[in-house]
């Protein structure tokens, strides 16, 4: 069964200031720090909680339409 997204995760790597909050606070481990940017390890695995969005101080990754 194929999962449907209904948004897609974005990530503003200039905005990032790599503090690790939405790595912390993703259930699935969809983040990672690399380089002291937040980035998307796995995307298939998002279940598109929010969690990284609601937590971010600099508004570097955000829900948004396909």
Avoid: S, W
């Avoid at 790599?18 to 298939?44: M, R, S, T, W």
């Avoid at 969690?51 to 508004?59: F, S």
């Amino acid at each position: 069964m194929t999962k449907k997204m209904l948004k897609k995760l974005n990530l503003e790597k200039e905005l990032c200031k790599g503090c690790g909050i939405c790595v912390a606070f993703c259930p699935k481990n969809v983040l990672v720090l690399k380089q002291g940017k937040a980035e998307i390890k796995n995307l298939d695995d998002c279940i598109q909680c929010g969690q990284c969005e609601l937590r971010c101080p600099d508004y570097a990754i955000y829900l948004g339409g396909i």
